[in-house]
């Protein structure tokens, strides 16, 4: 199986309103709620790509229990560890005049020492039995800066190739823990970096100790430094919808091609080809099979001469 961690998992709204207008009130014409937080969004589309996968992080609280109860029948199982405090909701305002949408994320629960401990002892017996592990999303309060840093060593240890989706310091101590595979978009490579570059920026990130480095560039698609050579994908059109979970699609693209063995370049085209498939669906983390499929052929990878 595939194991992701989301140790801030989310009780997913979005709400659809007819425009969005600062200091305004507004009548919401559609509501979605959905078990969220990235490594759960990232579960559901390897599931979907008939990957067996196992979910883990934390959740707790009434938006905990909701969350359980949405997720209990849907196909990742559910090994997510419980905690005092309450799960956060995130909320997604998507303006249906422009179709832009805006991101609401809360602090989450607070995770006491020994609510860690019991996560580590259960992320030691699920990396027994996963090919690959995720690590998604940003850390709740309570739980250290290089918690990403130590989970990351503990996979290596157990023999389990680690990617990480994550930014900032925890990013950055992730990083030098030496991961097989990040993936930043082109704000959190530059913040790491300091170099709005995505190439020198990628390299930057390798020499740091990222494996490979696969660069979510937007409407550009993605770029791949990795040991093997440097690729580049983009999307046959520049897609335009929810963009929320459309990282988390490209995670599950490359974490399945991974276990797969795909060749780079198929790797990436699914990844761009999922992640254009997860703007162009109305809700955060899913996708339609058959627009995935008729993306998948129209995307462009294009080889660069030096290898990373
Ligand atoms: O606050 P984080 O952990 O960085 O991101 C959380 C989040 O915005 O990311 C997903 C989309 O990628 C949503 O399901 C989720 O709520």
New binding site residues.
């Given amino acids: 199986m595939i194991l992701t961690v989301?140790l801030?998992t989310?009780l997913?709204i979005t709400y659809r309103v007819p425009a969005l207008t600062p200091h305004a009130s507004h009548r919401v014409t559609d509501v979605a709620e959905?078990p969220?937080?990235?490594g759960?969004?990232v579960a559901r589309v390897l599931a979907a790509l008939g990957h067996d996968t196992v979910v883990t992080g934390f959740a707790g609280g009434p938006s905990g229990a909701v969350l359980r109860d949405l997720l209990a029948p849907l196909a990742p199982v559910d090994a997510l560890v419980p905690v005092s405090g309450n799960t956060r909701r995130?909320v997604?305002v998507v303006d249906a005049a422009t179709g832009d949408t805006t991101?609401l994320?809360e602090p989450g629960p607070t995770v006491t020492a020994d609510e860690w401990a019991a996560f580590l002892s259960s992320y030691a017996e699920l990396l027994g039995g996963a090919e690959a592990v995720a690590l998604?999303?940003?850390l709740p309060p309570g739980i250290h800066v290089g918690a990403y840093a130590e989970l990351i060593r503990r996979a290596r240890t157990a023999g389990v190739p680690v990617l990480l989706d994550?930014?900032g310091e925890p990013l950055r101590r992730g990083i030098a823990a030496r991961p097989g595979l990040v993936k930043p978009n082109a704000d959190e490579l530059a913040q790491l970096t300091g170099s709005r570059d995505p190439l020198r920026a990628a390299h930057d990130a390798r020499r740091r100790g990222a494996h490979t480095v696969v660069a979510s560039l937007g409407a550009d698609g993605m770029l791949a430094a990795t040991p093997e050579g440097l690729w580049q994908a983009a999307p046959p059109a520049r897609v335009k919808g929810n963009p929320?979970?459309?990282?988390?699609s490209a995670v599950a693209g490359l974490l399945s091609g991974l276990v797969e063995q795909l060749p780079w370049p198929e790797r990436l085209a699914r990844a761009v080809a999922l992640s254009a498939a997860t703007v162009l669906a109305p809700a955060?983390?899913e996708f339609d099979v058959r627009t995935y499929e008729d993306l998948l052929p129209q995307v462009e990878v294009t080889a660069h001469a030096t290898a990373a």
Avoid: F, I
């Fill in positions: 989301t801030n989310a997913d959905r969220g937080g990235k759960l969004n995130t997604a991101q994320n998604c999303g940003s994550t930014s929320t979970g459309a990282g988390d955060a983390g």
